[in-house]
């Protein structure tokens, strides 16, 4: 499993709604179990994230700028999934700086 190349979409959210005509996408790169990469989207202007993936645990910190002023960063976790179709799902735990309130989304790759 390698992440390098892939695409995700965020199709769900517990930390905001995801307007499914402009979702947030994600691209991600790996070498060597060390993850990078970026995304932007309906909240997000611009957002980085660098990491390492242990199987199939990814573990990141991030740093974005929002469509509505101002920034967040954090930490997260996610979980590869492999679905049916043999598309990659990550399903994501994370929390922003300042705030300990766990959230979770869910992406999708893109084929």
């Not at 997000?44 to 509505?68: E, K, M, N, P």
């Not at 920034?71 to 679905?83: F, L, V, W």
């Amino acid at each position: 499993m390698n992440l390098n190349g892939r695409k995700f979409v965020m199709v769900s959210s517990t930390a905001s709604t995801v307007n499914p005509d402009s979702p947030t996408e994600f691209e991600y790169w790996e070498r060597d179990e060390v993850v990078w990469g970026g995304y932007t989207g309906d909240t997000v202007t611009h957002g980085r994230f660098v990491g390492t993936r242990d199987g199939d645990q990814v573990s990141i910190s991030y740093a974005h700028a929002l469509v509505a002023g101002g920034k967040a960063g954090g930490r997260s976790t996610s979980r590869i999934e492999t679905g049916d179709d043999g598309l990659l799902r990550l399903v994501e735990e994370f929390t922003f700086e300042g705030d300990d309130t766990p959230h979770v989304s869910v992406c999708v790759e893109r084929p």
